[in-house]
């Protein structure tokens, strides 16, 4: 049933203009939402490289120097930017989804899928990635990360699907996705497991 509601959320059939890809840090926004965009043959943007870019500093940096509210901001302020431009593919950062109105700002052409991942799996890829990424160097990162995961979940089931990620390649992730873009066809998976997890995936 939980299957079949999601489906229904799904914008009409050739009005997505834009894709914007929701998940925690690791679940593959920006690996996905690369190659999605040469399937499509879409833009892509990295909301975090962009801001990074205007900034001349690091995302870390700006959240030191400026603090977490003025980066959300600029979040924000990107995203009423977009918000009017078809053919995008999104990939904001993992924090995004926590002013859950932005959905609204982008609009019922845009398709909100969200990359699951399980706590386990966030774990592993944060430690073999050469980012400098949050709770890298914590003593206990699963326990941040699973508390994190728990509090966000809510908010990252707002998005249209749910694709995971786990054990799956970059491509067959992008192709999954580039289905329901081109054909709406029902090929989602269900939600599945607690919270505690990140969904369920392991």
Do not use: C
Request: aromatic content about 6%.
């Amino acid at each position: 049933m939980e299957n079949a509601a999601v489906q229904d959320s799904l914008p009409p059939a050739l009005l997505i203009e834009r894709v914007v890809l929701l998940g925690y840090m690791t679940s593959g926004k920006s690996s996905v939402g690369k190659a999605l965009a040469r399937r499509l043959e879409w833009e892509f943007l990295d909301f975090d490289v962009e801001i990074e870019h205007r900034e001349g500093r690091s995302v870390k940096a700006v959240i030191g120097e400026a603090g977490e509210d003025a980066f959300r901001e600029m979040e924000a302020a990107l995203t009423a930017e977009v918000a009017e431009r078809p053919g995008m593919v999104l990939a904001p950062g993992g924090g995004w989804i926590t002013r859950p109105e932005q959905l609204d700002v982008l609009g019922s052409r845009t398709l909100s899928v969200w990359l699951r991942v399980s706590v386990d799996e966030t774990v592993r890829r944060l430690r073999r990635d050469d980012i400098d990424r949050p709770f890298r160097d914590h003593p206990d990162p699963r326990s941040m990360i699973a508390g994190m995961l728990a509090e966000r979940e809510p908010l990252y089931r707002l998005a249209d699907v749910s694709v995971p990620t786990e054990g799956r390649s970059v491509q067959d992730v992008a192709f999954e996705i580039e289905t329901l873009v081109r054909t709406r066809r029902a090929v989602l998976r269900p939600f599945n497991g607690g919270a505690g997890n990140g969904g369920g995936d392991g």
